[in-house]
């Protein structure tokens, strides 16, 4: 079992930056991916950025060039750094884990954390 716990959310202007911490505990092992997803009032949950457990990440269009994750993978901690944040980012972040083993996948979540950004 893993436990997903984050921190950093808050009120931030236009303009401002946030950094968003999520610590694992647990029995994680082998390959996993390590991201951040959001989910604004009435919209559906999206993938913001993700880190692969041999480095490679993606980031959605929309938070490209403004937006960093990153990973301490000895202390299976994940950030996000987001810079330039829009009103549009405006949103519940949630963190998630999954490790992939032969023959099964496993999906953590953290509880989320409110990110909102005034105009």
């Known amino acids: 079992q893993v436990q997903l716990v984050e921190s950093g959310g808050g009120l931030v202007q236009t303009g401002g930056s946030l950094r968003l911490s999520c610590a694992a505990s647990?029995?994680?092992?082998?390959?996993?991916?390590m991201a951040w997803y959001r989910q604004a009032p009435g919209k559906q949950r999206e993938l913001v950025a993700g880190?692969?457990?041999?480095?490679?990440?993606n980031y959605a269009d929309s938070v490209k060039g403004r937006f960093t994750i990153s990973r301490d993978s000895a202390k299976f901690t994940v950030s996000l750094q987001m810079n330039s944040l829009k009103p549009e980012d405006t949103a519940v972040y949630y963190c998630?884990?999954?490790?992939?083993?032969?023959?099964?996948?496993?999906?953590?979540w953290g509880q989320g954390t409110q990110v909102t950004v005034s105009s």
């Open positions: 647990g029995s994680i092992s082998g390959i996993y991916v």
């Open positions: 880190i692969h457990s041999g480095g490679s990440t």
């Open positions: 998630n884990v999954v490790i992939i083993r032969p023959g099964r996948r496993d999906d953590y």
